[in-house]
């Protein structure tokens, strides 16, 4: 092995997920957490994950809210919302899956438990994809984060996204098992499982815990 090659591989060694959390680094994101996600109407039709967010994951949420913005982190939220009132800036697949989401609706607006702070970041996007709709990682980038707490909904679909793709754009992807969900928990856990080589996984209490041992 040549020496470069090597120097190379011996930096590429030292790379660990397991991380400290910068605060100036780090963002707390939280995906279409929003009132067409979870509604009454939502509730009758699934109600394991009604339960769910009841019980466990909103709860988590507004703890992890308030203990990243003690910390000093910056929050972001995305919301699935057309752009336009047509909804013809909508992808190709949110088009033929029929998902409209009006502008500037009920629809669109995050939880009143989860409601964001008047200097925190929404992001509108079109597509199941964050990374691919928005200018994200332009924002990211301007801020200096390189670590993204991903939170929200839903587990196996735009959770999913996001982590696999913040992982190929150089961020440092952790998922936050209990403050996310999806419509069923098998659903819950095969995603878990099926992204965990492109992200750290953690529980709301260790990331509250990794976040003070840093502070």
Not at 86 to 112: C, I
Request: proline share 4%.
């Amino acid at each position: 092995m040549n020496q470069p090659l090597a120097m190379q591989r011996a930096e590429d060694a030292k790379l660990t997920r397991d991380r400290p959390f910068d605060p100036k680094r780090t963002c707390l994101l939280l995906v279409d957490t929003q009132n067409i996600v979870w509604n009454p109407e939502v509730a009758q039709r699934h109600p394991y994950f009604d339960e769910r967010l009841r019980s466990t994951v909103v709860p988590n949420l507004r703890r992890l809210i308030d203990g990243f913005r003690a910390a000093g982190a910056e929050i972001l939220y995305t919301v699935m919302e057309n752009l336009t009132r047509d909804g013809r800036d909508r992808s190709l697949d949110y088009k033929l899956s029929n998902f409209f989401v009006p502008k500037d609706s009920w629809e669109a607006k995050v939880l009143d438990d989860l409601t964001p702070g008047d200097d925190d970041i929404v992001l509108k996007k079109t597509s199941s994809g964050l990374f691919n709709s928005t200018n994200v990682e332009y924002l990211l980038r301007n801020i200096g984060i390189d670590t993204l707490i991903v939170t929200g909904f839903l587990t196996d679909q735009c959770v999913d996204h996001t982590l696999r793709d913040a992982a190929d754009r150089g961020f440092y992807p952790v998922c936050i098992s209990d403050g996310c969900a999806t419509h069923t928990e098998g659903r819950h856990q095969n995603a878990l499982k099926a992204f965990a080589g492109y992200c750290r996984t953690l529980t709301t209490d260790q990331a509250l815990q990794i976040l003070a041992a840093g502070r």
